[in-house]
């Protein structure tokens, strides 16, 4: 079905570079499809080393320029982007469910929650305040100012195409860096489209560039920027091998490292919960974007005395969600990104089952009329979960929920912190004393209590462990492109 958009010039096909929307140079195409059909429906260039450092040359060129621009200016351009992309609204949410797979309504809902992070962002530009400390001696003025630290690369995945674009770009570009950024191979078309209307709002040439690439050359397009000196910090969100290489690969230069990786997260229901409650924060949590967030709750603890009361309420939602593709209005659920991504779903549900687990519904990949295509996954609730399981090892990415049943308060701690990663933990409680203890207790860098849906701006966001370092989002999330100078002024 061809896409239908107010501005085809919001698909650009070109990769912006300085000044030139320009091929690759080899001129090689990167081929996006549709998730729900993996129809070929558009194509943009496959950027090599060379685009990857000519983009490095027009960000470290624009630089000088850009960081003299007085914060309230460059708040005001990125107020007119945030204007922009809420105007077009409706084209970009119609890009990334097209490219991504999510539900329309969730499409439009990603580009306000991108645009909220650019509203922020406009916002705290103004406020990078530095301080006057006071001297220990005579006749000295001391400062901390901050800084911006220089050329970003950005990294950013596919399962919010334009949320993560704007959670990394708005920081870099309200503190006064300047960027390159290599969108997901997945989803490269919403990216481009919001470069150009950054362009539009008057960020400069030179100040944000782009460089789409396959699969198979990005290494080539990653590696140069990690080999160049000129690049002072790298911004990834994706998995958390791909995130030890790029720690272990910029250790050479030194850079400033964001990395937002890998979750397992857990999610608790204590037996005093609100049921209810705890029904709708799961599937508010863990079927956002099909299950494809690093967020997402992917080992499910629920106390024995309430356990099959919940599982039963949970499946009755579970089994009425409305799988299909996004250009059914219905749609709650859509495909998953590519094959690779089913295929992990269905390993792990087959796993789950050789070693003991219960299908309660779902369970397996669905094809029918509605969902006329290869990469979709019914939504599925397994019982019976136990450590041991490949889906409680590491992330699913997808519209499952394997419950695992739990006795005591100490027993279920132990479990959720049972991992290498800590990005966020749920759980549900109504006991005071017990909802201080379990957030005191959990290792992850954001809890949800009572509340399934967590991300916002003014949130801090990021993980401890093997989930990465750096924030996101809030007062924090400009300080992680910024460095701080100090200033001694002797003499007076
Ligand atoms: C992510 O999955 O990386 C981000 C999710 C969010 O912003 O809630």
């Not at 770009?169 to 919001?194: H, N, Q």
């Not at 080999?227 to 958390?240: A, H, L, N, Q, W």
């Not at 049972?418 to 992850?444: K, N």
């Amino acid at each position: 079905m061809p896409l239908h958009i107010e501005r085809p010039d919001l698909m650009p096909r070109r990769m912006l570079i300085g000044t030139d929307w320009r091929e690759a140079a080899d001129a090689r195409r990167l081929d996006v499809s549709d998730p729900a059909t993996d129809a070929i429906f558009a194509s943009v260039p496959d950027g090599t080393a060379a685009d990857a450092r000519a983009a490095v040359d027009a960000a470290h060129a624009a630089f000088p320029a850009w960081r003299a621009v007085p914060a309230k200016q460059r708040a005001q351009i990125l107020k007119r982007w945030n204007d922009l992309v809420m105007a077009h609204q409706e084209d970009l949410g119609r890009l990334i469910s097209r490219e991504q797979g999510k539900p329309l309504a969730e499409g439009r809902g990603e580009v306000a929650y991108a645009a909220s992070y650019i509203e922020w962002f406009a916002e705290e530009a103004t406020r990078a305040n530095g301080e006057i400390i006071p001297a220990p001696v005579a006749g000295r003025r001391m400062l901390a100012l901050r800084e911006p630290v220089g050329v970003v690369a950005a990294v950013t995945p596919w399962n919010f195409p334009a949320a993560m674009i704007a959670r990394k770009i708005a920081p870099a570009l309200a503190a006064g860096c300047t960027v390159v950024c290599k969108p997901a191979e997945d989803t490269p078309l919403t990216s481009l489209a919001l470069v150009k209307l950054a362009a539009e709002a008057g960020v400069p040439s030179g100040v944000l560039n782009i460089v789409t690439a396959s699969r198979e050359r990005t290494p080539e397009v990653v590696d140069a920027w990690l080999d160049d000196v000129r690049v002072r910090k790298i911004t990834f969100t994706g998995s958390t091998p791909v995130g030890k290489h790029l720690a272990r690969r910029s250790a050479d230069t030194l850079k400033k490292l964001s990395l937002e990786l890998g979750g397992n997260a857990p999610f608790i229901v204590f037996d005093d919960a609100d049921l209810d409650a705890a029904v709708d924060g799961l599937m508010a949590a863990k079927f956002r974007n099909g299950g494809q967030t690093c967020v997402s709750p992917n080992r499910v603890f629920v106390q024995a005395r309430v356990h099959d009361a919940f599982v039963d309420r949970l499946v009755a939602r579970v089994g009425a969600l409305k799988v299909g593709p996004a250009t059914q209005a219905d749609s709650q659920i859509g495909p998953m990104i590519n094959a690779r991504a089913v295929d992990k779903i269905e390993r792990h549900v087959k796993d789950a089952v050789a070693r003991g687990a219960r299908v309660v519904v779902g369970g397996k990949r669905l094809r029918d009329a509605r969902c006329d295509g290869p990469n979709y996954f019914a939504p599925t609730v397994l019982v019976n979960a136990d450590a041991t399981m490949e889906c409680s090892c590491e992330e699913t990415f997808g519209p499952v929920v394997p419950i695992t049943r739990f006795e005591s308060e100490a027993e279920v701690i132990a479990a959720a912190n049972g991992t290498p990663f800590g990005l966020a933990a749920y759980f549900y409680s109504t006991d005071v004393r017990r909802i201080s203890r379990v957030a005191d207790a959990l290792e992850t860098g954001i809890v949800g209590i009572n509340e399934g849906a967590l991300a916002a701006e003014a949130a801090p966001f990021g993980g401890v462990k093997e989930s990465g370092y750096g924030r996101e989002g809030s007062v924090h999330g400009l300080e992680d492109y910024m460095h701080i100078k100090y200033v001694c002024q002797g003499q007076l």
